[in-house]
């Protein structure tokens, strides 16, 4: 049983969403400019333009800074301490915050190559998580 808060799609996140559930890491892209954002918002944050529509990532990024937490925040988590909170940065240029998975938490380095993978934590959600690049 999944004890975590459960995200609850609104009508602006639901490609987010519905992308993972299919195991697809989706971002917003802006025909206008050619950028890319995260996190979800209704115009675009490069030049302001409302041409914002869905594309898959690649899932790449990198380890740009981690922290380790060892106090409960919120009772769902009580089972998963330690565990990192990471920001990532994906190749498109955005930054996202997740987890880094299979690999201790002692191991972590700024930095390191990772790959998306994705968290069932409901019947309906999966999550974007972040392991190590095999290799």
Not at 42 to 47: A, D, I, S, T
């Amino acid at each position: 049983m999944h004890t975590k808060p459960v995200p609850v799609p609104d009508e602006v996140s639901a490609p987010f969403f519905d992308g993972a559930r299919d195991r697809k890491l989706m971002l917003q892209h802006c025909s206008a400019c050619d950028g890319w954002s995260f996190p979800v918002r209704e115009r675009c944050p490069h030049c302001f333009a409302a041409a914002l529509t869905w594309r898959q990532a690649s899932g790449r990024g990198t380890l740009y800074t981690f922290t380790i937490m060892h106090q409960v925040m919120n009772p769902g988590f009580a089972s998963a301490v330690p565990y990192n909170v990471a920001q990532i940065d994906l190749e498109e240029g955005v930054r996202m915050v997740s987890n880094v998975v299979g690999i201790g938490n002692d191991a972590l380095r700024i930095g390191m190559a990772l790959d998306v993978v994705f968290e069932d934590v409901s019947d309906d959600i999966r999550l974007p998580k972040f392991r190590p690049v095999a290799g």
